[in-house]
């Protein structure tokens, strides 16, 4: 089975700047990658899909890069709303899909 | 716009089998393109996919926990079903069910429901 590894587990980021969070897989999972931000108390949301294409309504300012075993969110300036914990998840050759650990960004 | 609802007990005792249903509506359960999965989320901790099904009847099961899951899916009353059996305090969690693609993630989500097990 594959093990999705990301880092940091928290991150400590000012209002305004860059996020950049990892996902790593244990085995290639080709492009078959995708991200989600998730708040307290509500349903995960799917953000990136494809290792890089936006879901729809996702602001640019998130992206998403890499293939195979690394994996790269970048929020290019972190606005209010998008300190949450996120989660990547392979869907290559599943079942099962599975999640990372997830990365809380939280308020420096 | 979709909407998946939850719906089913919020408390369980051990070895009893949990039962939940989600309801689609603004949407076919019988789209070719789309998967109806469930995942769940212990309290305070990380996403576990328990399986998914296609609208044939078809399941795609998480192996650590095939044993014990069962998927069902009524296209008539655009619902599908969790049956869970066993379970024990490592169960209670929050179960989410959602809409995925073969080649995408989850883009549609229920709003989750907290099963807690306890006598």
């Known amino acids: 089975e594959i093990v999705m590894t990301q880092s940091p587990a928290t991150l400590s980021v000012s209002p305004g700047e860059r996020a950049t969070l990892s996902c790593r897989a244990s085995q290639s999972v080709r492009s078959n990658l995708a991200w989600y931000q998730q708040k307290p108390g509500r349903a995960p949301r799917l953000l990136i899909y494809?290792?890089?294409t936006r879901a729809t309504g996702v602001p640019a300012r998130f992206s998403g890069s890499g293939s195979g075993t690394e994996f790269t969110l970048t929020i290019s300036s972190l606005q209010s709303e998008d300190f949450a914990v996120y989660y990547c998840?392979?869907?290559?050759?599943?079942?099962?899909?599975?999640f990372g650990g997830g990365t809380k960004v939280e308020i420096k | 716009q979709l909407q998946l609802q939850e719906s089913g007990p919020e408390l369980v005792k051990p070895s009893e089998t949990l039962s939940l249903t989600c309801t689609v509506s603004?949407?076919?359960?019988?789209?070719?393109?789309?998967?109806w999965g469930w995942v769940r989320q212990p309290p305070g901790k990380g996403l576990e996919s328990l399986g998914s099904i296609y609208y044939t009847g078809s399941t795609y099961y998480n192996p650590s926990l095939k044993s014990r899951v069962t998927m069902s899916i009524d296209t008539s009353k655009n619902q599908f079903s969790l049956n869970l059996n066993s379970m024990a305090a490592a169960d209670t969690a929050v179960y989410y069910c959602g809409r995925h693609l073969n080649w995408s993630g989850f883009d549609s989500w229920g709003q989750g429901i907290l099963v807690t097990v306890s006598s």
């Open positions: 998840q392979h869907y290559n050759n599943w079942p099962p899909l599975i």
């Open positions: 494809g290792a890089s």
């Open positions: 603004g949407g076919s359960i019988s789209s070719s393109s789309h998967y």
